[in-house]
């Protein structure tokens, strides 16, 4: 006899997906607080990700431009959960990604860009923090692995960013804003590789709960937000995701 469906898997037309690091090691990116994350193994690599530091100090800035240069990420595929995601909507259920990855992997898996809300940005553009002239990165990127180690804005000398969301600077209040709208209206919440501990995106949760969304979290380790869950898996992002997406999509038909 077949397992009964859990009831937060019953009758989804609509599903938010708030993604975290997790989903994306199985990438080869790796996350940051993890028992192998970049700040685990490195504490002091986490000044570079911080915006006062990053504008104020030359060292800084050369420190992060040769771990980002060649960094996995650029080369990196969506694995099976990234394209399970773009398969749930193209079943019909209408999914809106919110993420806090700056690796474009959602997009590249097939889902919309106009469904995946990039909450802390994105490392494929980089701008002046002077004059605010963009440029992809792949143009930096070729500068300073031709040898410039702190690359400056060709049109005024300013400092370069990627244009992510660095600790010390505010969200864009136009992307949280319609995440909060999009988290207040889904009937379940999927949160997924996420430490839930970075605000205000981790709120995300708790706001879908609190507007009646079942919510459910598929991460390694605990979170702030487990308790208020419908549902809590621990198990390989990889392997459970599509098997949830199969089942999300076969209660439809």
């Given amino acids: 006899m ?5 009831m937060w898997m019953r009758d989804v037309t609509r599903v938010a997906v708030l993604t975290g690091a997790g989903i994306s ?42 771990t980002y240069v060649d960094h996995p990420a650029w080369t990196a595929q969506p694995n099976a959960a990234h394209e399970a995601l773009a398969r749930l909507d193209r079943s019909g259920v209408a999914v809106r990604v919110l993420t806090q990855n700056i690796d474009g992997l959602h997009q590249r898996a097939g889902l919309a860009a106009r469904k ?7 490392m494929w553009t980089a701008s002046c923090t002077a004059c605010r002239t963009t440029a992809p990165t792949a143009e ?4 300073v692995a031709a040898g410039e180690a702190d690359p400056r804005c060709t049109a005024c000398g300013g400092v370069i960013k990627l244009d992510t969301v660095l ?27 996420s430490s839930l501990l970075v605000e205000p995106a981790a709120q995300l949760g708790q706001v879908a709960v609190a507007h009646g969304a079942r ?16 549902e809590v898996i621990r198990a390989d992002i990889t392997d459970v995701v599509p098997d949830i997406v199969d089942q999300l999509i076969g209660a439809r038909v």
Avoid at 167 to 193: C, D, K
């Fill in 2 to 6: 077949d397992k009964p469906l859990p």
């Fill in 25 to 66: 090691t199985g990438s080869g990116i790796p996350d940051y607080r993890g028992p192998d994350g970049v700040w685990t193994r490195d504490p002091a690599a986490a000044a570079a990700f911080t915006l006062d530091t990053y504008l104020r100090d030359p060292a800084t800035r050369v420190r992060f431009w040769q």
């Fill in 116 to 122: 995946v809300l990039e909450l802390h940005g994105t």
């Fill in 140 to 143: 930096v990127r070729t500068r």
């Fill in 167 to 193: 600790f010390g600077e505010r969200l864009n209040p136009t992307v949280i804003g319609h995440a909060v709208a999009i988290a207040s209206a889904a009937p379940l919440l999927l949160a997924i590789g």
């Fill in 215 to 230: 919510l459910v979290i598929i991460n390694r380790d605990e979170t702030p937000y487990d308790q208020v869950a419908a």
